[in-house]
């Protein structure tokens, strides 16, 4: 993933869906901020369309949960903790939230039952073949999808940067779950506004000027 054929950027957008930034389902969705969840809806809007703009692609994946896609374990956990089903295929739950919506000829993948896009068909398939070496991740949840796509993709090779304002952790702080990408994966952490930063590949950073050193105390002392 670090060779010249991969220096290719996409902005990564993780179930911005309605059950899970608006509406009843998403009012019940148990910890974190609620109110995060418009700011990070908006945030996200801008950052596709600075993405855009700059000719970075864009990737949607999607959730649906159908029971028909859950594994025994998945079944036993909703039906132990009475847990309602979201995003069911074909629900309005499942759409992505307004005004949130892919461009002709931008990619949507599909998870079904399951948290990381790198188990939907085709994903991964589709970054190689792209020469994507570089991944900006904006969405939900951090702590959740975004977080299980993330490792996986840096255990494969994979750059990975987060829009730290573009999401918002279910069940831990976000301080705390960014802190831990940051250390585990390498992972930039940034503002979407920074865009000349998040649309850029990593590894071109090494070819950027580096400001002046200043002198240090014993390079004065020779000079």
Request: hydrophobic share 40%; glycine share 10%; with cysteine.
């Amino acid at each position: 993933m670090t060779s010249a054929a991969h220096r290719g950027t996409a902005l990564v957008v993780v179930d911005v869906q309605n059950d899970f930034c608006t509406g009843p389902l998403a009012a019940s969705r148990g910890p974190g901020d609620r109110a995060a969840l418009s700011t990070v809806l908006a945030n996200t809007v801008r950052a596709v369309a600075a993405a855009r703009t700059h000719g970075t692609e864009v990737v949607f994946v999607r959730f649906v949960g159908d029971p028909a896609h859950q594994g025994p374990a998945w079944r036993r956990r909703d039906e132990r903790r009475g847990r309602p089903t979201r995003c069911l295929e074909g629900s309005w739950g499942a759409e992505f939230a307004a005004p949130l919506e892919p461009a002709p000829g931008e990619r949507v993948f599909t998870k079904r039952a399951c948290f990381d896009a790198f188990l939907s068909a085709g994903f991964e398939r589709y970054l190689v073949g792209r020469g994507t070496g570089h991944l900006a991740f904006a969405g939900l949840f951090t702590d959740v999808c975004v977080d299980s796509t993330a490792r996986t993709a840096f255990q494969k090779g994979f750059h990975i940067t987060v829009l730290g304002d573009c999401t918002t952790a279910l069940h831990t702080p976000d301080e705390q779950i960014l802190g831990f990408m940051r250390r585990l994966y390498g992972a930039r952490v940034t503002p979407h506004e920074r865009t000349a930063v998040w649309t850029r590949h990593p590894g071109e950073e090494e070819a950027w000027p580096q400001p002046p050193q200043k002198p240090t105390a014993s390079r004065r002392a020779s000079d």
